[in-house]
């Protein structure tokens, strides 16, 4: 099952290690933090800014103009030397009255007695219609080591500034060593999406890692429910960046990195912390929860044997349990939407929900799968063997989990894994709500089940699974499948029988999947597949089996709608 995310109420989160303790930040009154020492469970810690305050020197914090913001945006820490430095964000909604401040502290430790941090004020302001072209928010610092080239040249202990939202993109500029300030005259172009002029298409949230004779320069693309993180990468920190197929940046191409796929959505805004973690590196981002709060998530980072990143499946234990061995049922999925179920047997071969098949290895953590027909994909695991993830030749993200193994339900022998309503396996008066992560499983050993509506993914950010060997199912209602959420059926055997509708993809932001296949029989009054709003998708495969609909069908009505069928019988 998907993990839980750890931190509500936060976003645009930062990270850093002292000790033995993880920090992280986010944006904010008074730029709130956590620590924790397992990456799991967090606590929270003093703010940096104890009342909640706004710099006083700030010119936004005195506007009074509707969109001026009371909080601080896109914290970013850094240690240079001796001195942890917090570079921060303060700025009005939407345009580019913004300014970027500094703090600094000796130690992060709120426990120690030379814990504090001290305002340093101003550090780099932009104004409405700058003639620089960029919006002064989402800073992040970055210090040459031994080995960069920096510049076209290694200068060890240099200090950057990098920077941008909308507008005309990101920015990098070099900042006076002892302060931590007064950036360069020498301001140069990152990354853009070929706006000058007014908010335009959305680019912001850099931040930059050197690894192995590259910087690695991530960014976050768009808002809200299609927030994603996407790289580029460069031998020069003042580029020229590219994304992995050789485009440049700077004309708005890079490599997706991180999407909204299943129950995540706003995935972006990241932070990465390189070689203080055991068995990965570390990606930090915020999504949005189904309740509409911004949360944190803290997810292992792979380096591809070509060098770029990987982002796994957020972390639900550290250190990483002992690894499992790959057979057994998972969900794999291409292209953030695309999931089908594939088993992957001990003799090293493989099959899917959608008759595809072929043969698996693994060999020092990475997992080759070699499809009958199709492609060689290279996928990392991670180090407890329960999920993996790749990316395909055209750069589309490829992932997997492994389906766990749940206890019978207290009725019967159904799998529960879900959040039921009254705590009991709903009868035929209630509505089944399959989400939170949860599956429910029949087969021809279980009892028949009657129920009113079965809802799969009915939350906003919510993911359910259904599949169906056997058994029979009767419901007087409805069956919905992502109705605001992300929802699938997979129906191999037993009797369906719906009396109402059967939707696949409701509502905004919503998917959902139904394969029909083996001995599976579903019928219905009505069918729709990508249904009542524009940015809904459905998609149906009948491969085997029998599909009877006794009214209308609605393919695509609003959002988007398929239906591959490559047998079986769909009788409408």
């Not at 940096?48 to 010119?59: A, R």
């Not at 028949?448 to 029979?472: C, E, H, K």
Request: contains cysteine.
């Amino acid at each position: 099952a998907r993990p839980p995310t750890v931190l509500q109420n936060m976003g645009d989160p930062t990270i850093i290690k002292e000790g033995s303790w993880f920090y992280m930040y986010g944006s904010g009154s008074g730029i709130p933090g956590v620590r924790s020492t397992n990456l799991v469970n967090w606590v929270s810690i003093p703010r940096v800014f104890p009342n909640n305050d706004t710099p006083t020197w700030s010119p936004i914090t005195n506007l009074t103009v509707q969109n001026a913001g009371n909080q601080i945006w896109a914290p970013q820490i850094t240690k240079y030397g001796s001195t942890y430095r917090m570079y921060y964000s303060h700025s009005t909604i939407g345009s580019q009255r913004s300014v970027i401040g500094l703090a600094t502290a000796t130690t992060l430790d709120p426990s120690s007695g030379s814990y504090g941090w001290t305002d340093q004020g101003l550090v780099l302001e932009s104004v409405v219609d700058d003639p620089g072209g960029y919006n002064a928010i989402d800073p992040k610092m970055h210090v040459e080591v031994s080995g960069e080239n920096g510049a076209g040249g290694n200068n060890v202990g240099k200090n950057w500034l990098m920077w941008g939202s909308y507008w005309s993109g990101i920015f990098v500029a070099s900042l006076n060593r002892t302060s931590g300030k007064s950036p360069g005259t020498g301001k140069y172009q990152l990354a853009s999406r070929g706006q000058t002029n007014g908010p335009g298409p959305g680019i912001e949230g850099p931040t930059v890692v050197w690894r192995n004779g590259y910087y690695y320069l991530f960014v976050s693309y768009d808002v809200y429910e299609s927030y994603n993180v996407r790289v580029g990468r460069s031998t020069n920190l003042i580029g020229p960046y590219v994304d992995r197929q050789g485009r440049s940046m700077t004309n708005g191409f890079a490599t997706p990195l991180l999407a909204p796929y299943g129950k995540w959505r706003n995935t972006g805004h990241n932070d990465v912390l390189i070689g203080q973690s055991t068995g990965y590196d570390l990606f930090v981002n915020h999504i949005w929860t189904k309740d509409f709060i911004r949360a944190l998530q803290v997810r292992p980072l792979f380096w591809a044997s070509d060098g770029w990143p990987l982002v796994g499946e957020p972390i639900t234990q550290y250190p990483s349990a002992a690894a499992t061995a790959l057979p057994g049922s998972w969900v794999h999925q291409n292209g953030w939407s695309n999931t089908v179920s594939i088993t992957y047997a001990s003799n090293g071969t493989f099959s899917s929900s959608a008759g595809s098949s072929g043969t698996w290895q693994t060999n020092s953590g990475r997992l080759t799968l070699n499809w009958s027909g199709g492609p060689t994909q290279e996928l990392t695991l991670h180090p407890d063997g329960n999920s993996y993830v790749g990316r395909a030749s055209d750069d589309a993200d490829i992932r997997g989990w492994r389906v766990p193994s749940t206890a019978p339900g207290a009725n019967g022998s159904y799998n529960l894994a879900a959040r039921w309503q009254g705590g009991v396996i709903p009868g035929a008066a209630d509505a089944a709500i399959v989400e939170d992560d949860g599956t429910v499983s029949m087969s021809a050993s279980d009892p028949d089940w009657s129920v009113l509506d079965i809802r799969i993914g009915s939350s906003m950010g919510s993911q359910g699974a259904m599949s169906q060997t056997g058994g029979r199912v009767t419901q007087g209602g409805w069956m919905r499948i992502g109705i605001n959420g992300s929802g699938s059926l997979d129906q191999a055997g037993g009797t369906n029988q719906v009396a109402g509708f059967i939707t696949v993809g409701e509502n905004q932001g919503s998917s959902g999947s139904l394969t029909l296949r083996g001995s599976g029989k579903l019928s219905c009054s009505d069918f729709a597949v990508g249904w009542a709003h524009f940015s809904s998708r459905g998609e149906v495969s009948i491969q085997q089996g029998n599909f009877d609909v006794s009214a209308a069908c609605f393919i695509g009505l609003e959002g988007t709608g398929t239906i591959n069928m490559s047998g079986g019988a769909f009788n409408s």
